[in-house]
């Protein structure tokens, strides 16, 4: 799809870390969110992934994935069922099911991490994924 594609990573990043899971799954559930990024947006927004090392305490650290978009954005309401299974959203420019989220959400819980939603309609969208890493 022709859009504006940016890769952020974070200084953070750049060291060796060990993210202990699925890669398989954990890529999918990424390219999901860039599938959704893809479908809501036209070709004149952009589409920007992510990463960076999130400190959580002095023991504890998280790696955080985003996927920002500068689409059609989301409602309050659709928010609240846009994990579900067989969601779709408004804007939605491709076929489906509408299970696409509801699939990454559950790889995301299953390796212990949580995925977040901020959007403004008419302003995008950013999904944030957050995941353990292992300590070294």
């Known amino acids: 799809t022709q859009r504006e594609w940016q890769l952020t990573l974070e200084e953070s990043v750049q060291k060796e870390h060990q993210l ?60 609240q069922y846009i994990f579900d299974r067989f969601a779709r959203g408004r804007h939605r420019r491709a076929d489906g099911a509408g299970l696409g989220l509801a699939i990454t959400s559950a790889v995301i819980e299953a390796h212990k991490g949580r995925i977040e939603l901020e959007s403004r309609p008419n302003l995008g969208s950013t999904f944030r994924v957050m995941l353990p890493i292992a300590n070294t």
Do not use: P, Y
């Open 20 to 79: 202990l899971g699925d890669r398989q799954k954990l890529t999918g559930a990424l390219l999901n969110l860039l599938r959704h990024a893809a479908q809501h947006t036209q070709e004149t927004d952009t589409i920007e992934l992510g990463c960076r090392i999130v400190e959580i305490d002095n023991a504890a650290r998280q790696i955080q994935f985003w996927v920002r978009d500068t689409g059609a954005g989301m409602t309050a309401e659709e928010q």
